[in-house]
């Protein structure tokens, strides 16, 4: 027992977590991916006796095999785009820190899907490090997923004997760098594509209902896009913000993105382009909803050029945002 204390050196660990996604684009992976995470009372929070029997027997016969179609079309050799750039951000983000004074230690998690928290987590417990920092990479703070995420971190954490030093954070979308690096990339965009009529920063929508209630997350979005828009000079007609990705009956965050597309062919304008700040790494939602369905949508109802700028990925301004978090965040646990 005498050195057992030797284990509990200085160590300091940071799980990067994001929403997640399915191992394989197979109906039977879409169906577990998809139980996980309709199952989540953060994500749908309808009474229980009537929307457990709607998933089980309907919709998880239903929807997996539809959208395992749809991750095929995004699908890479090296699997899900999403894991593929996670794994890189955490690479390139241990680079940044191998010289450091301290004994950083890095792991990724998927709220929904594999790797797991429980699994992350576990490993920072196994390796006797008594401080972790949790960074969901969500910039737009919001109950399906930033929120959903700290209620993963505690299930897990309660069934330990004791609970480590823990740091949260909740949302970065008014962060320097961060408004910095979309603006290069959009910047870097224009550069290349010319610049478009309209340029769209299209966020992951969520049900009206969850604005009343008291959710901020309409509020970030509009503050990213105004701040984006003023360090590139844009005038308000410019640009425009919108919510994807909606599902269901009830009213969701307004305008909604594939209206105002339509809307746009209506007035005449023929040259868009389509940034969504909202998702950190490219996945389903850009890669396929965007850059494929919406664009079909802009051409045939008699558009001309669209364009959608990538997220901020594994490039050198999200890792260099990262690590000002991490630094930012690890501060008073040791000189980092």
Same mark, same amino acid.
């Given at each position: 027992?005498?050195?057992?204390?030797?284990?509990? !050196?200085?160590k300091?660990?940071? $799980?990067?977590?994001?929403?997640?996604?399915?191992?394989?684009? !197979?109906?039977?992976?879409?169906?577990?991916?998809?139980?996980?995470? @309709?199952?989540?009372r953060?994500?749908?929070?309808?009474?229980?006796?009537?929307?457990?029997? +709607? @998933?089980?027997?309907?919709?998880?016969?239903?929807?997996?095999?539809?959208?395992?179609?749809?991750? *095929?079309?995004i699908?890479?050799?090296?699997?899900?785009?999403?894991?593929?750039?996670?794994?890189?951000?955490? !690479? *390139?983000?241990?680079?940044?820190?191998?010289?450091?004074?301290?004994?950083?230690?890095?792991?990724?998690a998927?709220?929904?899907?594999?790797?797991?928290?429980?699994?992350? +987590?576990?490993?920072f417990?196994?390796?006797?490090? =008594? *401080?972790?920092?949790?960074?969901?990479?969500?910039?737009?703070?919001?109950?399906?997923?930033?929120?959903?995420? +700290?209620d993963?971190?505690?299930?897990?954490?309660?069934?330990?004997?004791?609970?480590p030093?823990?740091r949260?954070?909740?949302?970065?979308?008014?962060?320097?760098?961060?408004?910095?690096?979309?603006?290069?990339?959009?910047?870097k965009?224009?550069?290349?594509?010319?610049?478009? /009529?309209?340029l $769209?920063?299209?966020?992951?929508?969520?049900?009206?209902?969850?604005?009343?209630?008291?959710?901020?997350?309409?509020?970030?979005?509009?503050? =990213?896009?105004?701040?984006?828009?003023?360090?590139?000079? $844009?005038?308000?007609?410019?640009?425009d913000?919108?919510?994807?990705?909606?599902?269901?009956?009830?009213?969701?965050? *307004?305008?909604?993105?594939?209206?105002?597309?339509?809307?746009?062919?209506?007035?005449?304008?023929?040259?868009?382009?389509?940034? #969504?700040?909202g998702?950190?790494?490219?996945?389903? /939602? =850009?890669?396929?909803?965007?850059?494929?369905?919406?664009?079909?949508?802009?051409?045939?109802?008699?558009g001309?050029?669209f364009?959608?700028?990538?997220?901020?990925?594994?490039?050198?301004?999200?890792?260099s945002?990262?690590?000002?978090?991490i630094? #930012?965040?690890?501060?008073?646990?040791?000189?980092?």
């Amino acid at each position: 027992m005498e050195n057992f204390k030797d284990l509990y !050196t200085d160590k300091i660990g940071v $799980l990067i977590t994001n929403l997640g996604t399915p191992n394989a684009p !197979t109906k039977k992976s879409l169906r577990t991916y998809l139980n996980q995470f @309709l199952m989540d009372r953060r994500v749908v929070d309808i009474n229980r006796a009537l929307w457990v029997p +709607l @998933l089980k027997l309907i919709i998880l016969n239903i929807r997996p095999k539809k959208s395992a179609k749809l991750y *095929k079309k995004i699908w890479t050799k090296n699997g899900s785009p999403l894991m593929m750039y996670m794994k890189k951000i955490k !690479t *390139k983000i241990e680079k940044r820190f191998s010289h450091s004074d301290v004994d950083f230690h890095f792991n990724i998690a998927m709220r929904y899907g594999d790797p797991s928290f429980k699994k992350a +987590l576990n490993d920072f417990k196994n390796k006797y490090i =008594t *401080k972790i920092l949790i960074l969901p990479l969500y910039p737009q703070a919001g109950s399906p997923t930033t929120s959903s995420s +700290l209620d993963e971190v505690f299930k897990e954490l309660k069934v330990w004997p004791w609970v480590p030093h823990l740091r949260f954070t909740s949302g970065y979308h008014d962060n320097d760098k961060y408004i910095f690096s979309l603006s290069e990339s959009i910047k870097k965009h224009f550069n290349e594509n010319g610049i478009p /009529e309209k340029l $769209l920063f299209s966020f992951h929508g969520m049900p009206q209902r969850y604005l009343e209630e008291g959710d901020p997350y309409y509020c970030f979005c509009h503050k =990213t896009a105004r701040l984006v828009a003023e360090s590139l000079n $844009l005038k308000k007609d410019d640009y425009d913000l919108c919510f994807q990705s909606r599902f269901g009956r009830e009213p969701w965050l *307004k305008p909604y993105t594939d209206e105002l597309i339509e809307k746009y062919t209506e007035m005449g304008i023929k040259d868009i382009a389509v940034i #969504s700040p909202g998702f950190s790494v490219d996945c389903l /939602e =850009t890669l396929e909803e965007i850059k494929i369905q919406y664009k079909e949508l802009f051409l045939e109802k008699g558009g001309e050029k669209f364009t959608y700028i990538p997220c901020l990925n594994d490039s050198n301004e999200h890792i260099s945002l990262i690590e000002d978090i991490i630094r #930012s965040e690890t501060k008073g646990w040791k000189n980092v």
